[in-house]
Nanobody, 127 residues
């Protein structure tokens, strides 16, 4: 069983920054997605940013249109840790943020792609 532990959430004013971290207990396999999702009250879970690791062709990063140019996703292989640097935060970024890990078997943005989820970390942006 893989465990994912998120940290780094908090409350900031609009325009501020936060950095989220997600530590995985282990990552097996050479083809997988690791991604950040968010869920605001009364809304569905949406993909924010992710990294696809592909055995031969390397890695690809993905971003939702709503965060392009403001958020940066990165991964530290040695620490099995995924990061999300969030800059120029907006009130509409307020949500619970979740880390997810799963095999490459579909669209990175679909929650059903992932087998493992963290417990979530709250991000609140005030205007």
């Amino acid at each position: 069983q893989v465990q994912l532990v998120e940290s780094g959430g908090g409350s900031v004013q609009a325009g501020g920054s936060l950095r989220l971290s997600c530590a995985a207990s282990r990552i097996t396999g050479s083809r997988y997605y690791m991604a950040w999702f968010r869920q605001a009250p009364a809304k569905g879970r949406e993909g924010v940013a992710g990294i696809g690791t592909f055995y031969v062709s390397g890695r690809t990063t993905y971003y939702a249109d709503s965060v392009k140019g403001r958020f940066t996703v990165s991964q530290d292989n040695a620490k099995n840790t995924l990061y999300l640097q969030m800059n120029s935060l907006k009130p509409e970024d307020t949500a619970m943020y979740y880390c997810a890990l799963g095999p490459v078997r579909g669209n990175w943005e679909l929650p059903s792609t992932y087998d493992y989820w963290g417990q979530g970390t709250q991000v609140t942006v005030s205007s």
